[in-house]
């Protein structure tokens, strides 16, 4: 066979077999072209901004720990104007009110820290005093103690704290009234070794406040 028809035969094969697979690469063309029509029309994915979040569900009078915040996206418009964007700003701060796991944090939900000026080594922690009206008798500046008793009844009332100075009474907010949480928070300074300790057993436990002077 001369080389020229080898030749020829060989472009009939080749031309046999585009033939014969035109159809499938036609569709593979077609559907390449949508899908790079689609990756063009579609809008830029939306901006967000990384912001820190309770990474669990916290009780009032929390010692924030690292552990304890969690860095979430949010889109811009859908955070406060004072959200917390760097986590240094809010640890070894105390909580003010409970957060359910992934509420934002903003510096209104901490404990000021001006409240402990003149108890050197103490921290304030919230306490939710069970009987509202009672809160309505205490002064800031007042030096109470606090017992505990079990909700269920169950063991002997305990002394939890004794003589510890009340450094701020929070008002009760419109929020506050509609969340159907019983009691009102009043923000005692604690010695900073127990205040962790203290908080835990408040939080699951009946508070009453006793006057010493």
Do not use: C, K
């Not at 020829?8 to 033939?19: A, D, F, I």
């Not at 552990?67 to 964007?85: E, H, I, K, W, Y």
């Not at 269920?152 to 100075?165: F, H, M, S």
Request: glycine share 6%; proline share 10%; charged share 15%.
């Amino acid at each position: 066979m001369t080389p020229l028809r080898h030749l020829l035969r060989s472009l009939r094969r080749l031309h046999r077999r585009v033939l014969l697979h035109r159809r499938p690469l036609a569709a593979l063309t077609a559907a390449g072209a949508v899908l790079a029509a689609l990756q063009a029309s579609a809008p830029p994915p939306a901006p967000t901004m990384a912001v820190w979040t309770a990474g669990r569900d916290l009780p009032s009078g929390t010692v924030l720990q690292p552990s304890d915040l969690t860095a979430a996206q949010f889109a811009p418009d859908t955070v406060p104007a004072d959200v917390v964007r760097d986590a240094a700003e809010v640890v070894g701060r105390t909580l003010a009110s409970p957060m359910s796991r992934g509420e934002v944090l903003t510096p209104l939900r901490m404990v000021a820290s001006g409240l402990l000026r003149g108890y050197p080594g103490s921290m304030a922690v919230p306490l939710r005093v069970t009987d509202a009206a009672i809160v309505e008798l205490l002064r800031v500046g007042d030096r109470v103690s606090f017992v505990v008793a079990d909700p269920d009844g169950r063991g002997t009332p305990q002394l939890l704290l004794d003589d510890v100075p009340v450094v701020a009474i929070p008002r009760v907010t419109d929020s506050a009234l509609g969340s159907g949480t019983p009691g009102r928070l009043v923000v005692a300074a604690v010695p900073a070794s127990r205040a962790s300790a203290v908080a835990a057993s408040a939080a699951t436990s009946i508070l009453i406040p006793v006057w010493n002077r």
